[in-house]
């Protein structure tokens, strides 16, 4: 069982980037997808979450308008897209799936940074 995210890196105030996590081992349309970041000194945070299927979508506030999350089933895969990035989203951010039938199965990736900064 694994989660590989991937697609961060170093963008300019008001840039993008697109950050990706492949499944990998388990049946990617019985989980529901989140990610999370977590930045120097600070608590992990939720970012946005997606439903099994994609019905459904959640985001922070402070992403709001900013970030959209998508997932390919055919491909086991979520994305999430980040534009007009601000330096408050650096952080290492981190791709999280959860069964959805007893929220027992979690599995985590293991991070990617993304770094805002002129």
């Known amino acids: 069982v694994q989660l590989v995210e991937s697609g961060g890196g170093l963008v300019q105030p008001g840039g993008s980037l697109r950050l990706s996590c492949a499944a990998y081992g388990f049946r990617f349309g019985d989980y529901a997808m989140s990610w999370y970041r977590q930045a120097p000194g600070k608590e992990r945070e939720l970012v946005a979450e997606?439903?099994?299927?994609?019905?459904?979508?959640n985001y922070a506030d402070s992403v709001k308008g900013r970030f959209t999350f998508s997932r390919d089933d055919a491909k086991s895969t979520v994305y999430l897209q980040m534009n007009s990035l601000k330096p408050e989203d650096t952080a290492v951010y981190y791709c999280?799936?959860?069964?959805?039938?007893?929220?027992?199965?979690?599995?985590w990736g293991q991070g990617t940074q993304v770094t805002v900064s002129s």
């Open positions: 999280k799936g959860q069964y959805i039938y007893n929220g027992a199965n979690v599995y």
């Open positions: 997606i439903s099994r299927i994609g019905g459904w979508t």
